[in-house]
């Protein structure tokens, strides 16, 4: 059973390294996994990185839209390369953004890009030098688990993937489990657009994932760590790598593995990534059972985000109430994304809380006179300006019906059509949805097609049915995906009516 499995999960790795899906590469990896061709094929076509042939990839997320990606994407088209159009890179600070044939990143980049500069005195603090002493690991280790669970509850801390929910109570369930077979996951996958926090934590502070990771594993009790690093990021996963090399001897009580995605946004959802750490297609697992009961190879997975699990070995070291007194109202400092409308894109470690005005005056402030922006990903919507001076925070946040998610905030100035705006993220739902739920699968086409339909015509009759639509997909979605694909476009009609109205 172990056997079988172990080939399976050798599936999408194999494929890749022959070069992509093609009837020769499926025939071989049947050959060598003992998985049927059909399931070979189903598998590596679900993802992008496998179509095979190369091809230039430029980014038609929110912040390359709006920096000039179509005329990217229309200039490199003439100068003779193959384009392809893809959601979402993670490069939304330079955008517009585009990968090379070896994706490797043409920096397009119009102004400066920043970071927060070095200050101990924050969590993660992207800008300070890494550190191996791995003290925190060492004193994790001499306390007993149900201490460490105890600190993480003091620190307060929440899952910075995007639900925000509280760390202690998914490492003491795993911990709880009869079955000691268990596994730690990062979940590396960073695919939402306007989300590249992961990239920089990866590339500055791999140090503190790892000894995050270890501690967790030290915790739970698990014998393996696994990272899930998203397929286009090379030099992130070179970054990872060689740190982990560097901590061998403090961090090899457990085993360390490395997947890499193969393109495909939905695999960032935890059981989505399970599935296709086991080598298959990355549909997302009907819930209940959460991974922390049936998780990696059906048995217990703590799978944290990188940022969460940066934010541990601060914790070890300050204490849980001084993590806890970085935020406002809710914990720790935050690491924000910032693109679109700004002069200075970047990644900024704020206090948890902080709001808009706040983190555009460190990110060089608005370009042109903002009007509207989407605080935490594709799937937080938009808000007006109005409420640049909500904290950023997931009780705010969910107050004004959006959401934190992954701090991906994105700001339009008066240049931008909040209809066309709505198409753009209704667009990204309808390609990155696994047409495994009717809801999701129609919902996302309809709506996209609905407003595309109202920009080409101006009728406004095309979208009468979309609040239904909305509706039917927030209840009858498996995974968040569906859940939210509805938010642009509601909340565009909510506080833009006037721009749904007859053209
Ligand atoms: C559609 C979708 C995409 C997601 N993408 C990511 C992602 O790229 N990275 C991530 O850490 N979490 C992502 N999540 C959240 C994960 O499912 C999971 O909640 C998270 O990894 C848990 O870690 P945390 O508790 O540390 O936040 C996504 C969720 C959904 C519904
Ligand atoms: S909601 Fe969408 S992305 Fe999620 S499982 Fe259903 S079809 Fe797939």
Redesign the pocket.
Known sequence: MQKTGARREAVLHLLEELGGVTEDNVREVARRTLVSEAEVWGAGTFYTLLKGGPRVRVCNGLSCRVRGSDELAAELRQSGKQVEEVSCLGQCDRAPAALDESLNVFDKARGPRGITPDNPGLAVNLGGRPDFSFAALKKARAMAPADIFKLLEESGL????????P?HI?WKGVASQKETERYVVC??????PA?FK?RETMLRRPDAIIEGMAIAAHAVGAQECHFYI?GEFRAEYESVKAALKRAEADVNFVSWYFHQGHGA?????????LESMEGKRGM?RLKPPFPHEYGFRGKPTL???????ACVPWIFRHGGAAFRALGRAEAGSKLYCISGHVNKPGVYELPLGATLDELVAVAGGYDGKPKAFSPGGA?SGFLPISKSNTPLDFKSLAKEGSMLG?AGVVVLNDTVDMAKAAQWQLEFFEVESCGQCAPCRIGSRYLHRQTTKYLKTGDPGALKHAADIGWEMEEGSI???G?VAAKPLESAMKYWPQEFTKR
């Open positions: 929440q899952g910075r993937g995007g639900a925000g929910f760390a998914k979940n590396a996958d960073e695919a939402e989300t992961d998203r946004y939905i695999c960032g959802e935890e059981t989505a990534l997302p799978i944290n985000n990188v940022e969460t699990l799937s992954s995974c968040g995906l859940m």
